[in-house]
């Protein structure tokens, strides 16, 4: 029986946000998640589950987005033959989309278990996932809405007004240059 001084413990340990080399994230999830505990991955300030339980699920949830964001884009391209013929590839974690009007590319950050996207539009982004909406989220984002509810928000101006997941950054970056929607619906669940 795990008492309930030990899952206080094991909650306390959850809730700090732990990243790069020396953090804790490397402890043993079938202990922490035991079904006695019925714990939840924790929740940061902004509201959202930010968290994988295993490295192996971070990689199956990234990739998939990643193959979903090429598979999406070369049938995009593929019903719009006068848009061009990008080199879309993904390959050992990195997906390159490169085209007339520049180069994006976003790859698997593992030991952050982000994806990181750098745009010739809107430049550099990190995203995490958000389990609460399955859809990833840009950093910058929830920053913004932490210091909204810290009441840290000095630094804040008014509303969020940018995207805040990748498919919806992705599609609309397209949609700008290509003045078309139509197949791009599949990045509105990224």
Request: charged share 25%; no cysteine.
């Amino acid at each position: 029986m795990i008492t309930k001084h030990a899952t206080r413990l094991i909650q306390r340990t959850l809730s700090v946000r732990h990243y790069g080399k020396g953090s804790t994230t490397a402890l043993n999830t079938k202990t922490i998640f035991h079904p006695q505990l019925q714990l939840q991955p924790p929740k940061f300030l902004g509201g959202t589950t930010r968290w994988f339980r295993t490295e192996s699920e971070y990689h199956d949830r990234a990739d998939a987005t990643l193959h979903t964001i090429q598979d999406t884009l070369d049938f995009y391209f593929e019903d719009n033959p006068d848009f061009g013929s990008p080199d879309i590839n993904y390959a050992s974690g990195v997906l390159t989309i490169a085209l007339p009007q520049g180069t994006w590319v976003m790859n698997k950050q593992s030991p952050n278990r982000q994806i990181w996207w750098s745009s010739p539009i809107s430049g550099p982004r990190r995203y995490e996932y958000d389990a609460d909406d399955g859809k990833w989220i840009w950093t910058r984002y929830v920053d913004f809405q932490t210091a909204i509810q810290t009441g840290k928000s000095e630094n804040v101006a008014g509303e969020w007004t940018d995207t805040k997941h990748l498919g919806e950054a992705l599609k609309r970056e397209m949609i700008d240059i290509f003045h078309l929607d139509d197949g791009l619906d599949d990045l509105d669940d990224l």
